[in-house]
């Protein structure tokens, strides 16, 4: 019996090496046509800039994904939290960063905007659309009403709720300074920190057994060659996204002017979709192998890392573009935009509360989430209307929140002062 199985393992690990190889060589393929616009400096059309750009944005993000994915067996928990935080979502800091640096190198012109909506449309979507999309694929393959979390989820959970209530005070200013970006770094440290204690090695559990995706292959490999390879994926898809960066964001501003559509809209949802991508198909891929706790868990943090990091690095791109020390004032529409996403935070954090997030929680949040974009979409280049509904959704999701808050005090009593007075999460129903 030993024998047939390693005579089926030595026929099988070729070709499922050869798959990876395949699609890492596809996704390179797909970063090429930027790589050479870039190097002749030809930009033929915004339209087709953007496409190209975002492509191999988008394949970058996806090799990227692949290399933290393969990690996950070999580092502790806290650095490999800190490496997914850090390198899968390059493609989104790396689009935000140059907006936000433009700004403070073109202070009268329209960065600042850009930069915002890029911010707050990544943190939207994920909440949005990610998260209600992970538990109608729960629901659909398995028949389960919820995806449950486990009592110690609870550090992501309160982790995700500080940088929310902060972002009130952040309102409050009117700016993102150089001090938030302190608070906000400290933090998403601190979130590092109790992760990172949590478990030993990413994996314990028993829900932990193979990667679900192409990454999975690599575990084939001696450990000498899966860190080249992880190593090879990390910085090939580095510099993609750096060469790919700056034409990829100036693209959608030419594309929305020769569209005649609003160019912060197109900023604010078509960007952080190419950059998202790789990381939410990962956690598709957690729920379609059987894991969706760990799928949510995965969006949680990557919302964890969108609101603390991505926020911080705002004060800093627009600093170095300034050669000074600054920050990012917070506009009317800017004010409103931000306060739209705190608000949704607040109401997704209290509709974890009972470590479950259900399918009508989830139905609430895409179908709040496809009012802001209809609205936004109807009512673009008319700020007195668009500032006025981004106000009326933000007083609904506190609204919603804070009933949710009454109803569930005992479990966000018990998140606040880290107690364990719940005794696991609740079965879906």
Known sequence: MGSQQAKFDAVEAPPSLRRFLLYVAVAILATLPAIALRAVGW?????????????????????????????EKRISAGLIVALVALITVLPEYA????????AGANPGGNYGHLAAANMTGANRLLIGLAWPLLVFL??????????????????????????????????????????D???????????????????GVVGDGDDDDDEPGPAAALERLSPTRQWLVMGGLTVIAAGVILVSAEPFAESMIGAGQALGFDEFLLVQ??????????????????????????????????????????????PLAISVGAGRLTGLPLDGRQHEEFFLTAAQSLFAICLLLRLRLSLASAAALAALFLVQIVLAVAWQGDQTRTIASLTLLGGVYLLLAAILAVWNFPALRDLLLGGSGAKGAEPPR
Do not use: C
């Not at 009592?151 to 929310?164: H, K, M, T, Y």
């Not at 970006?181 to 478990?199: D, E, H, I, P, Q």
């Open 269 to 314: 949802w078509l960007a952080p979709l190419a950059s998202e991508a790789p990381t939410i198909v990962i956690a598709i891929l957690f729920v379609l192998s059987g894991r969706a706790k760990r799928g949510l868990t995965t969006m949680i943090s990557d919302k964890i890392n969108q609101w603390t990091l991505l926020v911080a690095m705002l």
């Open 95 to 102: 689009v935000d960063f140059y907006y936000a640096y433009s």
């Open 43 to 71: 930009r033929p059309d915004p339209l087709l800039d953007a496409l190209l750009f975002g492509l191999a944005i988008l394949a970058a993000g996806f090799l990227l994904s692949w290399g933290a994915e393969a990690a």
């Open 181 to 199: 970006t302190l608070v906000l770094a400290a933090l998403f440290g601190a979130y590092l920190w109790r992760a990172g204690r949590r478990s």
């Open 138 to 179: 729960h629901w659909r393959r398995t028949g389960d009403r919820a995806i449950a979390l486990d009592p110690a989820n609870r550090v992501e959970i309160l982790f995700l709720l500080l940088p929310s209530l902060y972002a009130f005070l952040i309102l409050l200013k009117n700016s993102i300074s150089a001090f």
